[in-house]
């Protein structure tokens, strides 16, 4: 559908009542000029609190249970009443009922096994998104903008990852233009869930905590829209994070390729994996602010002018793990090897690798709170040598912080490295390792975790990040 416009409301756009009406005018409006298909987030903070639930039943704490239980229907039913006439209300209540009974029965099957398998936490998460495109759907028909909500389970088909599914894009493509199509063509706004599907067989999945902004460019590339809007509490991509850096600047254009890099280097805006599925049919986003209309947003195309560095994000719940040889008769790259393939095995994400060539020496950088699987399987995988010491200890040091500075076109920009150094210095912060990525796009710094804030400013401001092009 070439004039479809797919929009995505996070959690806090459809955070309560008021918020759900502002998110509907939206879609009243941006009906005016086609036809629309919005993707919506659980309500704020819902999708923690079903998962805390389920933590509780997992440790068999029956109280805690029934207490999340309760305010989760008592915030849904309040909205409602709020939300829609009184001569509405009564099927969404029941609606809303029937589905905290269904997270009820999950939770009391793990209650009762004092275990959470992975495909009922799948099928309990979506619940949130459920309850929420209920109450979207709800509010727009009440309201004049004929609406369904539909469960993105029926429509997104994915691998079996529970907790972190992948979509299988032409099953996906066929299903969307047979459910969905027809009630857009008809004039229908439809409401999808975020963040779940189901296998080819049927078994829900999830795409992964905040992969609303995931299925929303999913639905986008399955329906060939025009664009896709996704709509947030902040006014777009930012330079940097601007409480770190006060002068730090929404963009006006970011790229693809920066988009992606900046979201998996720690900004906020988008889920790291929504660009992907765009860039076939090159389909444009706009990071919008739904709670301030008049800000344009950020626009993420698939080409821009290159400009050198863009903007510079920084992470500091990570860890450099240090791995080094104690004999000559290790071979350092068949250990490199071993040893992402135990990483791998663990789930666990590489943010940045370096090595050195003389010692086989290398250093990688993970997040913190992958670093105990890490270990284990490092540990299990590196066994022999660590006992026989032809391996150092796996040295961890948790006290350091990631900037990673982004842009297109930074490649023909011979020196650029050297003043990013330069300006680290100057604050007399250490740089403790340094990679860039084959793409040029990124050059990812590891620094003293007390250095952090002083290295994030002084590269957007020798960078002049923020500032017009
Ligand atoms: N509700 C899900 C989460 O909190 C997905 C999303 O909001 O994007 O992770
Ligand atoms: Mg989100």
């Given at each position: 559908m070439n004039d479809l416009l797919v929009m995505k409301f996070g959690g806090t756009s459809m955070g309560s009542a008021d918020r759900m009406r502002i998110a509907a005018q939206i879609c009243a409006d941006a009906q005016n000029r086609g036809p629309v298909a919005i993707v919506v987030s659980a309500m704020s903070k819902v999708t923690d609190l079903l998962l805390s639930t389920l933590r509780a039943a997992e440790e068999g704490d029956h109280d805690g249970v029934k207490e999340n239980i309760r305010i989760i229907e008592k915030r849904h039913a309040e909205t409602c009443r709020e939300l829609l006439p009184e001569n509405r209300r009564e099927s969404v209540l029941a609606s809303i009922h029937a589905l905290i009974e269904e997270f009820e029965r999950i939770s009391s099957g793990i209650l009762m096994l004092a275990e959470r398998p992975p495909r009922s936490v799948d099928e309990a998460l979506a619940i949130g998104e459920r309850l929420s495109a209920t109450l979207m759907a709800a509010c727009l028909d009440s309201s004049g903008t004929p609406s369904i909500a539909v469960n993105a389970r029926d429509v997104i088909v994915t691998d079996g990852i529970f907790g972190n599914a992948s979509p299988l894009m032409d099953l996906t493509r066929e299903r969307a233009s047979r459910l969905l199509a027809p009630k857009l063509e008809s004039g229908i706004l439809p409401v999808i869930t975020g963040f779940n599907g189901a296998t080819v067989d049927g078994k829900p999945t999830t795409l992964g905590r905040g992969g609303s902004d995931f299925s929303a460019s999913i639905l986008a590339s399955a329906l060939d829209a025009q664009e896709l809007w996704i709509w947030t509490?902040?006014?777009?991509?930012?330079?940097?994070?601007p409480r770190l850096v006060p002068d730090a600047a929404v963009l006006d254009v970011v790229t693809y390729r920066e988009a992606a890099e900046l979201a998996y280097n720690g900004?906020?805006?988008?889920?790291?994996?929504?660009i992907a599925p765009l860039v076939e049919k090159g389909i444009p986003v706009w990071s919008k602010n739904s709670f301030n209309l008049s800000a344009p947003g950020t626009k993420i195309v698939p080409?821009?002018?290159?400009?050198?560095?863009r903007a510079v994000t920084s992470m500091s719940n990570v860890a450099l793990i240090s791995i080094e040889p104690a004999s000559p008769a290790i071979q350092g790259t068949m250990l490199m090897g071993r040893v992402l393939e135990a990483l791998g095995r663990a789930n666990t994400e590489v943010l940045a690798f370096t090595s050195s060539s003389y010692r086989q020496s290398f250093c990688f950088l993970i997040r913190k709170d992958e670093v105990d699987a890490a270990l284990e399987s490092l540990k299990a995988e590196l066994s022999l040598e660590l006992a026989h010491e032809y391996v150092h200890p796996i040295e961890v040091d948790d006290n350091v912080g990631l900037l990673a500075v982004v842009g297109e076109?930074?490649?023909?920009?011979?020196g650029l490295a050297g003043r990013v150094f330069t300006a680290i210095s100057a604050e007399q912060v250490n740089i403790i390792a340094i990679a860039q990525g084959s793409s040029e796009l990124t050059i990812s710094i590891v620094v003293r975790r007390d250095g952090l804030e002083r290295a994030v400013k002084a590269v957007h401001a020798e960078c002049k990040m923020g500032t017009a092009a």
């Open positions: 509490d902040v006014d777009g991509i930012m330079s940097a994070d900004a906020k805006v988008l889920h790291p994996r929504t080409h821009a002018e290159g400009s050198g560095p076109g930074m490649a023909g920009h011979p």
